[in-house]
């Protein structure tokens, strides 16, 4: 599978790459999992963290197939705290004026959590916030 993806370019190829990456987890092959992480993180043309997050999700919703909720929700809730920690460190940066922006996927992919297994007022909260990010800057957003 590898080398099929390695023909591919951009943000295809990294998705692919990440979701490669969590499935050789889920199989058991860690040391394999771990270089592909790595080479994804390296030659990723996003943000640091952002692949580590896409592989997080993943596990995430993995772990809500599989029953394991406060897990996935947990995932959700400590990259929320992470990209708010990190935009309170940086928010006074003019390159970095937007910083909030990165959580409106966090956000909508935990409201979505929420409502799936029957949180819908504990995701409202939540996707609220969202909704202020999106009206903010004026962005097409789902």
């Known amino acids: 599978m590898e080398p099929l993806i390695a023909r591919l370019r951009g943000q295809v190829r990294d998705d692919l790459y990440n979701a490669y990456a969590v499935a050789l987890r889920e199989a058991g092959d860690g040391r394999e999992a771990e270089r592909t992480q790595r080479m994804v993180d390296l030659k990723g043309y996003v943000r640091p963290g952002v692949h580590a997050q896409t592989r997080d999700f993943m596990r995430a919703r993995v772990l809500t197939a599989r029953g394991f909720v406060q897990d996935a929700r947990a995932i ?23 910083w909030d922006r990165i959580l409106m996927g966090p956000l909508a992919e935990y409201a979505d959590l929420l409502v799936s297994i029957g949180l819908a007022e504990e995701a409202a909260p939540v996707r609220e916030c969202r909704d202020a990010i999106v009206k903010k800057y004026r962005v097409p957003f789902p």
């Open 76 to 98: 959700y809730q400590r990259w929320i705290t992470h990209w708010e920690n990190w935009g309170a460190s940086i928010k006074e940066d003019p390159k970095e004026k937007e």
